[in-house]
């Protein structure tokens, strides 16, 4: 019987044979040989596995895994988790190892499936009688008004109500504009014609008031004093 590493033990082998998707690594003690992908050369991107490794070259591994396929025993190696030159282990805990194995899980989609509400729109109040919603979250009085769901419409038909709405409002919108200017306007050539009229009255009462003392002064009666100094001339006439 021909004794294998246990798992996650690192050992130097050396590589028998390099192909396009890794490389094999002959296991000291034993004939078998361990397989170490592309991806489990090095932490950087490996496109050609003869870039990295050669036959006949000694390499550090990394036993990750072990798997029976077809009554065979198939042995996983890993280089990048082994420090080349030492040989020491640069991922103690096996880390990088389950989040490798975690990115070639493969989920279920599950976005083409619908969600439905059946469990619930399918439910009788026991309170009211009405489809739709639980007697807890019930909010009808006893002797009132019930409450059901309305019925889905049809796409097309909401849609089409929708825009008919949205037309009847721009249309109301449209007409409250036009009034409220309609307003500002007349309220701006009332405005102009009361101080237009301001204006006119202002400037007849100053020319009044101007008129109206030209004739004071030219036409006015004489006064007291100027009757007394008439009189004192006559007076002083000399005698014949």
Not at 8 to 22: C, L, R, S
């Amino acid at each position: 019987m021909e004794v294998l590493p246990e798992l996650y033990a690192i050992f130097q082998g050396e590589v028998a044979t390099v192909t396009e998707y890794g490389a094999f690594i002959k296991i000291p003690g034993c004939r078998k040989q361990g397989l170490v992908h592309k991806t489990h050369m090095s932490s950087c991107r490996v496109d050609k596995p003869s870039e990295i490794v050669d036959v006949g070259d000694k390499v550090w591994v990394k036993l990750i895994g072990k798997e029976m396929k077809d009554d065979k025993l198939k042995l996983s190696l890993s280089m990048k988790v082994v420090n080349q030159g030492t040989g020491k282990d640069l991922d103690p805990n096996n880390v990088s190892l389950d989040q490798d194995e975690r990115k070639k899980r493969t989920f279920r989609d599950y976005t083409s499936q619908k969600i439905t509400l059946e469990a619930v729109l399918n439910t009788v109040c026991k309170k009211c009688g009405c489809k739709g919603h639980f007697a807890k979250e019930c909010f009808v009085q006893p002797g009132g008004t019930k409450y059901s769901l309305i019925p889905e419409e049809d796409e097309e038909e909401v849609a089409a109500a929708g825009y008919e709405r949205d037309k009847k409002t721009s249309l109301a919108d449209d007409s409250s504009k036009k009034r409220k200017k309609e307003k500002k306007k007349k309220k701006k050539h009332k405005n102009k014609q009361s101080s237009e009229s301001d204006s006119d009255s202002s400037d007849s009462d100053s020319d009044g008031a101007q008129l109206a003392s030209k004739r004071t002064k030219h036409s006015g009666k004489p006064s007291k004093a100027q009757k007394k100094k008439k009189k004192k001339k006559h007076r002083k006439k000399p005698r014949d």
